[in-house]
């Protein structure tokens, strides 16, 4: 079972609707969670960090189910600079010092005027 | 933005040539990494720097060659690559503060390379 599943898209949506990413990850250990955005040809971008209690960013919301191991990322009125691969990440440690981040695929987003 | 440098941004080598990626970061960080992302898989970590210690070796072959002269600076060393070794490669790095959580990682805008 890979360790970050998503679906790789790609979404196709007009401009002003809402699009809905999911994620789950198997490693009930995972202790950070975050989505980040690349641009073609570009490095991916952290573009929020995911909290249990979930949160918002303007258009963006991020949930975080830890029974389910399921992350979500909610953009609202899209636009058409919404266009990218949105990654799941999720962050473990090791012991006292930095852990690991694993990413998914990405799941790949074009709104269309 | 120039957080983390990354050079040459693209690189073309033959399997016998030897070449050596650089990164620089800019942000005071203490934790740097080397990752490979090719078309359709996921970001692969390959080298995990802390404190210029190397803390990770994902079973990478012997022909990458990782070296962190300081806490600022990577470099990837490449001798006699495969054709299957092109990719983007990325690096990146982070604040570590020990214990919990993992923090975010900030990445260079990536060298690809291309082994002919």
């Known amino acids: 079972r890979k360790e970050v599943e998503q679906d790789p898209g790609p979404f196709n949506v007009p401009e002003g609707a809402t699009v809905a990413f999911n994620c789950t990850y198997s490693?009930?250990?995972?202790?950070?969670f975050f989505w980040y955005r690349q641009d073609c040809r570009k490095e991916p971008k952290l573009l929020m960090s995911v909290y249990s209690s979930g949160n918002e960013d303007g258009r963006f919301t991020a949930q975080l189910n830890r029974a389910s191991q399921y992350i979500s990322l909610l953009i609202r009125d899209s636009k058409l600079s919404d266009s990218a691969t949105y990654l799941c990440v999720v962050g473990m440690n090791y012991g006292g010092s930095q852990g690991n981040l694993i990413f998914g695929k990405g799941t790949k987003l074009s709104v269309k005027p | 933005e120039t957080g983390v440098t990354q050079t040459p941004r693209h690189l073309v080598m033959g399997m016998t040539n030897k070449k050596s990626l650089k990164c620089e970061q800019h942000l005071g960080h203490n934790a740097m990494y080397w990752y490979k992302q090719s078309a359709k898989k996921p970001l692969e970590l390959m080298f995990v720097y802390n404190f210029k210690e190397q803390t990770e070796n994902n079973s990478v072959p012997s022909r990458f060659s990782p070296e962190c002269p300081n806490s600022s600076h990577l470099f990837l060393h490449l001798h006699t690559l495969q054709p299957e070794d092109s990719a983007l490669y990325l690096c990146?790095?982070?604040?570590?503060?020990?214990?919990?959580?993992?923090?975010?990682?900030?990445f260079g805008p990536g060298t690809r390379l291309t082994v002919t």
């Open positions: 990146a790095s982070s604040q570590d503060f020990g214990g919990t959580p993992t923090y975010e990682q900030y």
């Open positions: 490693n009930s250990a995972s202790q950070s």
